[in-house]
């Protein structure tokens, strides 16, 4: 399997609902991240997850909350969100090691909506 | 010091031409040099990739070029099609975990 997938594809919420975003890979890869991404700008990182602990927090507001429950997966939990939350949210996985680079595959990303 | 400069913001080429994308960089630690496609709704896809210890890399149509002592690095796509037009970002890294984009240049192919 060489491919990060992530679930749903589409989040429509309201400013007072709780909701989660999933992302998986199997390719072994010990760094997980999340992005956000606002139309046609680049990924914005968010979170870095390495060997399953929370190793970068890029000053991200306590209404996105990361879970890592294992190597494959990472979990997003929203909760209270603002409309200028709405953006593409992309997952992305590397294999760390000696000798590996930043070399980052990125899923499909979930399109989410806030009303 | 971080920054990634990228242009142009668009551009447009003819089916078959050359498709050229430039990037600039400060940091000298970047030892990693990646190019992403993304295209409408999608997730951006690792595309080619270089460090700085060779100065060009070419897989297929796509080449990056490489000037560390200009802290220069290109994109070089060979007979453009339309199923080429997307966005692409260049990115470089260094000893952190973190991906420094361009801002990004969206490429249109016309048949």
């Known amino acids: 399997d060489t491919e990060v997938t992530q679930t749903p594809k589409h989040l429509v919420m309201g400013m007072t609902n709780k909701k989660s975003l999933k992302c998986e890979q199997h390719?072994?890869?010990?760094?997980m991240y999340w992005y956000k991404q606002k139309a046609k700008k680049p990924p914005e990182l968010m979170f870095v997850?390495?060997?399953?602990?929370?190793?970068i927090n890029e000053s991200v507001p306590s209404r996105f909350s990361p879970e890592c429950p294992n190597s494959s997966l990472l979990n997003l939990h929203l909760h209270a969100l603002q409309p200028e939350d709405s953006a593409l949210y992309l997952c992305?996985?590397?294999?760390?090691?000696?000798?590996?680079?930043?070399?980052?595959?990125f899923g499909p990303g979930t399109r989410l909506t806030v009303l | 010091q971080q920054q990634v400069k990228q242009s142009p913001q668009s551009l447009i080429v003819q089916k078959g031409g050359i498709s050229i994308i430039n990037c600039a960089y400060e940091?000298?630690?970047?030892?990693?040099f990646p190019w992403y496609q993304q295209f409408p709704g999608k997730g951006p896809a690792l595309l080619i990739a270089?460090?700085?210890?060779?100065s060009e890399k070419k897989e297929g149509r796509f080449t990056i070029s490489f000037n560390k002592s200009a802290k220069q690095f290109s994109l070089h796509i060979m007979d453009s099609q339309p199923g080429d037009s997307a966005t692409y970002f260049c990115?470089?890294?260094?000893?952190?975990?973190?991906?420094?984009f361009g801002t990004g240049t969206l490429l249109a192919v016309q048949p």
């Open positions: 990115a470089a890294s260094g000893a952190t975990n973190k991906l420094i």
């Open positions: 270089i460090r700085p210890d060779v």
């Open positions: 940091n000298t630690a970047f030892d990693y």
């Open positions: 992305a996985s590397r294999p760390v090691g000696r000798g590996s680079y930043n070399e980052q595959f």
């Open positions: 997850y390495s060997y399953e602990k929370l190793s």
């Open positions: 390719m072994g890869h010990r760094a």
